[in-house]
């Protein structure tokens, strides 16, 4: 048994033997800027009653060298995953002595090396289960506790927590941070934060409560932090919740902290929550950014209630945090900031996610069946987040949102610093809404799949049948020659089959306003009519809601990748709505990668080049949409060498660039890859690059472009270091791997194929999950068959369920690629 891969039976038996009253954390960080001490010293006091005279703390590091039981030194049970406890009374008092590593993959406690200026800076990433990296602990989420950290740090250090500190002291070169204990909190919440971070501080009140609120990054980013925005869209959110949640944020102060090479978005430990520092902007950015980091900002505030305040007693009941959170910050987003339409990049970016996810063989219910800790890590899925939230979008419309904010409130009154399971939820939402919501939980919660609607002249006929509350839309023509609605119909689906008679209409959207979760076909007159004029819708979430069917359409084979395409062409260039634009370019550039047939690809490839070439250069000055174009010429330019001339005077200022672009660090690099793929740009020309943008970004970006260069001896060698390299960032992997799929040029990575299936099982159980799900995913070979990955896992019976899962997937995209592209052939 692999001690590390906790289940679920037996977690749920130590929950039942033991109660935690507290912690004490004691960490020394002081040598952390010494990169070559590889460790730490940490020392974890736990107190516990027990009414078993056994059990085990779990912990994941060097070594541990001390354990004690109520004052007794013991041997020391260490199997590199559990400490082994014997002999324990009836309340205990337990310390251990041990020694933790420094991560550089993202997991645990990890450390950074700020090239810029030779700053180290550290932080703690642990969901699902990574706080045993750090201390040792009783690692699940119903065994909360108040925890009281203690860091001693070099002197000068911003050190932060879960809570505000409480003493410091100095000695010499060091400090030592005592912060006050924390309410109770599982120990995946738990976080600590450490290195010379640049801080602006603000705060935010609302009658009688105070929160003080900090704003954090790396000192060498500090003149990109827009912290002003930060903090408008933090008030505005702790503002809505207040008023909507009717709870007072329990956890005292608010710290956000932008950290670098980041696994997540973002992560939502009470009081520190931490973000991808890619939310600070190096360059201009678009209004999408600028709306997706709003929207992240506040998904992880609505953790602070669905999650941090109330948890799920097992990752079973993972939905009960994130769909919840997911669907909050979409409303956040869309009522209490500037972001009006972030329903628009909802239905058009997050539920195409869930659609593609809950159509995999693998999908699971949104309320899953987690057996072990490597099922939760790869249940952080589209499942879990947007199907779940567009679920409860639905939700919200069935029982209404009076009746569904209240029940969110009795929730939070019940089970305040406590463990939930569905049927909690349940309950209080039925209180409240007066709704029997077990049918409703078992059509949509407990299920899996996605319903396909369609209108056959007399009938809304579904696939996969479930109960939809949905609204038919019939737009016309105006005076001004909009495409705008003059009617709409709504009405609930329960069977395959509903009659209805629609109103005559050039264009019938099927599920208008986006009020249920499924996928919706358009009749032949309103796919013409979209075809000539889809410019014409005016409401963007219309526009967004097409695009959505026609995208579907493509990608399962009805509809034909050179009609989607030539609607991308014909009207992408004037769409306004840069969320819904960038959703657009991006499927475009997928649809030519994966879905025309070989022989087209070139063809394709100059077309969709040209196309956001011209755009670029037609878009308003200084716009989002230039700057989108401009992003999104880098992608056909890595298979097209037809503008790599121009792109290279662009690039040397030898060429004029379009009035109003900004040819920002990001932009420059990726244009950079772009020609190295193509063979336009060599090691010198990178290097000289490099030069220019010697930050950590530039670093890695140069990793990636290197290794993007069509060269044999190239690719063996990046082959070579993204599994021997242990050393390697999370962010540097990525980049390595990136780089030598570029291009999709198989002739010179075909030859890999067999290595990478003969290295599966070996990559699994040697690197952490993290690591491994990122060589899994990201080597996978794009074959022109199914036949290297249906032998292995034929052959492969035993291998672990979360790798074969991986694999799985992957096979299945592959299949639908290879699928779609045969229907397409000759279109």
Known sequence: MNSANLTRD???????????????VELDLSGAPDLSQPGFATVTTVEFTATEPQTWLDFLGPSVEVVTVNG??????????????????????????????????????????????????????YEPADARRVFACFEQPDLKAPFTFRVTAPAGWLVVSNQAAEDATLDGGRQTVTFAPTLPISTYLT????????????????????????????????????????????????????????????????????????????????????????????????????????????????????????????????WLKESFADYMGALACA????????????????????????????????????????????????????????????????????????????????????????????????????????????????????????YDGAALVQSDPRPHRIAVGCYDFDRSGALVRVDQVALDLVDERTPVEMPPAALTLINDEDRTYAKVRLDERSLATAE??????????????IWSALWNACRDGELAVSRYLDAVRAFAPSEQNVSLLSVIVGNAYFAVDH???????AARWREWLDTAWSAMSAAAPGSGEQLTWARTVAGPAAHDDSRAAEIRALLDGAGAAPVGLEL????????WRALATVGRADAADLDGELARDDSAAGRTAWLGALAARPDPAVKAETWRRIFADRGLSNDQLDALIGGFGAGGRRDLT????????????????????????????????????????????SSRADAPAALRRLVIERRDHLARDLRVRATNTGA
């Open 10 to 24: 037996e977690v749920s038996a130590r929950a039942r033997a033991l109660e935690v009253i507290g912690y004490r």
């Open 664 to 671: 920002d660090p990001d932009l420059r690099w990726a244009l």
């Open 335 to 454: 009522e209490a900031t500037e972001f009006t339409d972030a329903w628009v990049a909802f239905a058009n970016g997050r539920k195409a996610w869930a659609y593609s996810q809950d159509q995999l063989p693998t999908t699971h219910p949104v309320v899953a069946d987690i057996v072990d800790l490597q099922a939760a890590k790869l249940n952080f899925d589209g499942i879990t987040y947007a199907k779940g939230a567009s679920v409860l979008k639905q939700l919200v419309a069935y029982v209404g949102s009076d009746a569904f904010f209240a029940g969110a409130r009795r929730y939070f009154r019940d089970h305040a610093f406590g463990n939930t399971t569905l049927s909690d939820l349940l309950d209080a939402l039925e209180r409240e809404s007066g709704r029997d919501l077990r049918d409703w939980s078992r059509a949509w919660l407990q299920t899996t799949g996605v319903s396909t609607i369609h």
């Open 595 to 601: 879905y025309v047939p070989e022989a087209q690809r």
């Open 532 to 545: 000539r004029s889809l410019d014409k819708v005016a409401d963007p979430l219309a526009r967004g809601l």
């Open 191 to 318: 976080a600590v934060v450490a290195g010379p971070y640049h801080r602006v501080e603000s705060s935010w009140t609302r009658g009688d409560l105070t929160v003080l609120l900090g704003v954090l990054c790396r000192a060498s980013l500090a003149g990109h932090l827009d912290a002003d925005e930060i903090v408008e869209v933090t008030a505005q959110g702790l503002d809505f919740y207040a008023e909507h949640f009717e709870y007072p944020y329990p956890f005292g102060k608010y710290d956000q902290v932008f950290v670098p090479e980041y696994n997540l978005g973002a992560m939502e430990n009470p009081g520190c929550v931490t973000f991808t520092e890619s939310y600070v902007f190096r360059g201009k950015a678009t209004a999408a950014q600028h709306q997706r980091r709003a929207n992240t900002i506040l998904h992880e505030m609505a953790h602070m209630w669905f999650g941090d305040l109330v948890t799920m007693r097992w990752w079973d009941d993972l």
């Open 750 to 793: 075909a030859r890999f194929d067999d290595d990478y299936f003969a290295a599966l099982e070996a990559v699994w159980s040697g690197r952490s999950i993290e690591i491994a799900r990122r060589i899994v995913i990201g080597l996978f070979p794009l074959a022109d068959s199914l036949g290297s990955v249906d032998r292995w896992l």
């Open 72 to 125: 007794t030194a013991v041997p020391v049970e260490f199997d590199g995953a559990r400490i082994r406890l014997r002999e324990l009374a009836e309340r205990n008092v337990v310390t251990v002595t041990a020694t933790g590593a420094y991560s550089r993959s993202g997991e645990g406690l990890h450390r950074f090396h700020d090239p810029a200026d030779g700053q180290t800076y550290l932080y703690t990433q």
